[in-house]
């Protein structure tokens, strides 16, 4: 018989600062390397080993060969739990220059997973509410037909999306900003198409995302207001 929720073996995974840094590396949703998740948590490569050894053995990431190269993922479910534990959690100290600076540049705009958070993320969201792309709708949100139209003209069709069991368009409360961005299957959409038309760049192993001047200005011209 299976007794209740081990909840503290869970914490004691996530205490350690070093897993800790590549959970949060892992939260920008793309599947790394070892050697990458390394240098990203600023640690040697048999220490990232070890941690990512604990955490796929505690059932917090998934490894997957891919070639030659294993990269590592978050299991199910684990971002939305990082994500909400990001909401309780202090500010990190500030030790740098560098610190800072990336500090700045995770609250402008980040994956939060597979869809954009931050002040952008945000401000896009707020500017799709008001337009009435978006409507809210019992702590969620629902396209609207003026939506449907709006989103194919970036060419997002909302009927096509693969929703995979999850919802089209949720809410999802932005731990730096503490106002809602967009998640769901659109908001995963609205991420990559942002990409392909490059309005949005990514940065390798990292959560941090630049918005490019071009991405500025067709922002504002779809969605008619500016939104950095």
Same mark, same amino acid.
């Given at each position: 018989? $299976?007794? !209740?929720? !081990?909840?503290?073996?869970?914490?004691?995974?996530?205490? !350690?600062?070093?897993?800790?840094? @590549?959970?949060?590396?892992?939260?920008?949703?793309?599947?790394?390397?070892?050697?990458?998740?390394? =240098?990203? $948590?600023?640690?040697?490569?048999?220490?990232?080993?070890?941690?990512?050894?604990?955490?796929?053995?505690?059932?917090?990431?998934? &490894?997957?060969?891919?070639?030659?190269?294993?990269?590592?993922?978050?299991?199910?479910?684990?971002?939305?739990?990082?994500?909400?534990?990001?909401?309780?959690?202090?500010?990190?100290?500030?030790?740098?220059?560098?610190?800072? %600076?990336?500090? !700045?540049?995770? #609250?402008?705009?980040?994956?939060?997973?597979?869809?954009?958070?931050?002040? &952008?993320?945000?401000? &896009?969201?707020?500017?799709?509410?008001?337009?009435?792309?978006?409507?809210? =709708? =019992?702590?969620?949100?629902? &396209?609207?037909?003026?939506?449907?139209?709006?989103?194919?003209?970036?060419? @997002?069709?909302?009927?096509?999306?693969?929703?995979?069991? /999850?919802?089209?368009? /949720?809410?999802?409360? =932005?731990?730096?900003? /503490? #106002?809602?961005?967009?998640?769901?299957? %659109?908001?995963?959409?609205?991420?990559?198409?942002?990409?392909?038309?490059?309005?949005?760049?990514?940065?390798?192993?990292? /959560?941090?995302?630049?918005?490019?001047?071009?991405?500025?200005?067709?922002?504002?011209?779809?969605?008619?207001?500016?939104?950095?």
């Amino acid at each position: 018989m $299976a007794g !209740d929720a !081990d909840l503290a073996r869970v914490a004691a995974l996530m205490a !350690d600062r070093g897993r800790a840094a @590549i959970l949060l590396v892992l939260l920008g949703g793309r599947p790394q390397s070892a050697s990458a998740l390394a =240098d990203a $948590a600023g640690m040697s490569r048999p220490s990232a080993s070890g941690h990512l050894r604990k955490l796929v053995d505690g059932g917090l990431l998934v &490894v997957e060969p891919v070639g030659r190269r294993k990269l590592y993922r978050l299991a199910t479910a684990v971002g939305d739990a990082v994500e909400g534990l990001l909401l309780v959690a202090p500010p990190a100290e500030v030790t740098s220059l560098r610190t800072a %600076l990336r500090g !700045d540049n995770l #609250r402008r705009a980040r994956m939060c997973y597979d869809h954009l958070a931050g002040t &952008v993320g945000v401000a &896009v969201a707020e500017a799709l509410v008001g337009r009435g792309f978006l409507v809210e =709708d =019992d702590g969620s949100y629902r &396209v609207s037909p003026d939506g449907v139209r709006g989103l194919s003209a970036v060419g @997002i069709e909302v009927d096509a999306l693969d929703r995979g069991g /999850r919802p089209l368009a /949720r809410r999802c409360m =932005d731990w730096s900003e /503490r #106002r809602y961005h967009l998640a769901g299957s %659109l908001g995963a959409a609205l991420m990559s198409r942002f990409v392909e038309l490059r309005w949005l760049r990514l940065h390798e192993a990292s /959560r941090v995302v630049s918005l490019t001047p071009d991405g500025r200005q067709g922002l504002a011209t779809w969605l008619e207001r500016e939104v950095a």
